[in-house]
């Protein structure tokens, strides 16, 4: 069963400790793996796709990684307003088009 | 520069009575999409729309129905709320399903 699975559930971080947030995915073939970032109150904000084993992506403080298995959200030195809830989601190259969604990390950064 | 833009943003209602969750974006996208978040459950897609004319069933589409009317809408009707169906519910688009999506602020809606 294609399953998506993030980790920590939460994490919270001082000001500047950089650090990492994991997505696992089991699907039969990958076509793109995303990362969003929701903000309580509001709808998701797309950050990166991801569409093959090797890639990354940065975007600020932000910079994403994936692997056949999983995919990496590394935070380097964050800041108060990176604190949020993330969001990955997997596309599965076999299914029509639907994402499959993780529950997300809620990250809180401590000034 | 107004991205998905949803009505309203807050609801309540009664078991049984029907509303329509409206939806348009602006960035001439192609496919488009209705979720519901939960707490614990994550983001499901109740229906979604490829292309303008055409309509599938998500994950969660009982009780719920769309309309497509035409590439900037897409509309979500309830036709007899029930509790079950409190949640935040958001609408996305893309401009193929390949690509990240981007959603509106969402509608919360409280069904009593």
């Known amino acids: 069963e294609d399953q998506v699975t993030q980790s920590p559930e939460a994490l919270r971080l001082q000001e500047g400790e950089s650090s990492s947030l994991n997505c696992s995915y089991t699907v039969s073939g990958l076509r793109g793996l995303f990362w969003y970032r929701q903000d309580p109150g509001k709808g998701p904000e797309f950050l990166f796709t991801?569409?093959?084993?090797?890639e990354e992506k940065e975007k600020e403080r932000l910079k994403a990684t994936l692997t056949k298995k999983e995919s990496f959200l590394h935070i380097t030195a964050p800041k108060p307003e990176d604190s949020a809830t993330y969001l990955c989601?997997?596309?599965?190259?076999?299914?029509?088009?639907?994402?499959?969604w993780g529950l997300g990390t809620s990250l809180a950064v401590n000034p | 520069n107004a991205g998905v833009t949803q009505t309203p943003k807050f609801q309540v209602l009664k078991t049984g009575q029907s509303m329509t969750l409206q939806c348009a974006q602006d960035m001439n996208h192609n496919s488009m999409y209705w979720y519901r978040q939960d707490p614990g459950m994550g983001l499901r897609l109740i229906y979604y729309?490829?292309?303008?004319?055409?309509?599938d069933k998500g994950e969660v589409p009982n009780g719920y129905n769309v309309s497509r009317l035409n590439k900037r809408e897409f509309s979500l009707r309830l036709e007899s709320a029930a509790p079950s169906q409190t949640s935040v519910y958001f609408c996305?688009?893309?401009?193929?399903?390949?690509?990240?999506?981007?959603f509106g602020s969402g509608t919360r809606l409280t069904v009593v």
């Open positions: 991801l569409y093959s084993a090797g």
């Open positions: 989601a997997v596309l599965n190259a076999g299914n029509n088009r639907k994402l499959i």
């Open positions: 729309s490829a292309s303008e004319g055409t309509t």
């Open positions: 996305a688009s893309s401009e193929v399903f390949t690509y990240g999506y981007t």
